[in-house]
T-cell receptor
Framework: AQKITQTQPGMFVQEKEAVTLDCTYD???????LFWYKQPSSGEMIFLIY??????QNATEGRYSLNFQKARKSANLVISASQLGDSAMYFC?????????????FGEGTQLTVNP | DAGVIQSPRHEVTEMGQEVTLRCKPI?????LFWYRQTMMRGLELLIY????????DSGMPEDRFSAKMPNASFSTLKIQPSEPRDSAVYFC????????????FGPGTRLTVT
């Protein structure tokens, strides 16, 4: 079984500052992938970034980076230089690469609000 | 390239009616997923297909729900008969079956059953 926990229902950040959204996970799968998705108020789900459990370096995609701490089972999303358009719900998800097929398990989400 | 296409975007129907949601995955993707999102239960996987074959339908709530994928470019999710508790946003997503297997979501269908 897999579980994703996002403990921050809501987060606030000032425009141009950095923000970290927390995600912890639990899995018995020795090999897995971690994902972050963004859901703006318009409703679509947008893939942001991926981290493989055996990747040596933390993933980065533009202003997004994933702070992966395997021993702590955490995969926090860091957004640098926040913009007003970053206001959205953010979901952490994982996939066990050996046991769960193509199934993604999602967390409950964190609502990020960027203030001007 | 076009993303995942879903239709209709909004559907309002009366309890007891049949509802059919449609999805066209990204061309070349060989996995397709149907999700349901509600405030109470969050994002739930209902069923997914690999190469048009249903692999895991354990998330399908009950026999009122059925999904088909007759070919690589089209899938349907049908609810018959619909009930008010089926009101939700239904997402279709697709992916390649190669690492990292990231899924690309459609815009969703907002279903309201009165």
């Amino acid at each position: 079984a897999q579980k994703i926990t996002q403990t921050q229902p809501g987060m606030f950040v000032q425009e141009k500052e950095a923000v970290t959204l927390d995600c912890t996970y639990d899995t018995s799968d020795p090999s897995y992938g971690l994902f972050w998705y963004k859901q703006p108020s318009s409703g679509e789900m947008i893939f942001l970034i991926y981290q493989g459990s055996y990747d040596q370096q933390n993933a980065t995609e533009g202003r997004y980076s994933l702070n992966f701490q395997k021993a702590r089972k955490s995969a926090n999303l860091v957004i640098s230089a926040s913009q007003l358009g970053d206001s959205a719900m953010y979901f952490c998800a994982m996939r066990g690469l050996e046991t769960s097929g193509s199934r993604l398990t999602f967390g409950e989400g964190t609502q990020l609000t960027v203030n001007p | 390239d076009a993303g995942v296409i879903q239709s209709p975007r909004h559907e309002v129907t009366e309890m007891g009616q049949e509802v059919t949601l449609r999805c066209k995955p990204i061309s070349g993707h060989n996995s397709l997923f149907w999700y349901r999102q509600t405030m109470m239960r969050g994002l739930e996987l209902l069923i997914y297909f690999n190469n048009n074959v249903p692999i895991d339908d354990s998330g399908m709530p009950e026999d009122r729900f059925s999904a088909k994928m007759p070919n690589a470019s089209f899938s349907t999710l049908k609810i018959q008969p619909s009930e008010p508790r089926d009101s939700a946003v239904y997402f279709c997503a697709s992916s390649l079956r190669t690492s990292p297997y990231e899924q690309y979501f459609g815009p969703g269908t907002r279903l309201t059953v009165t």
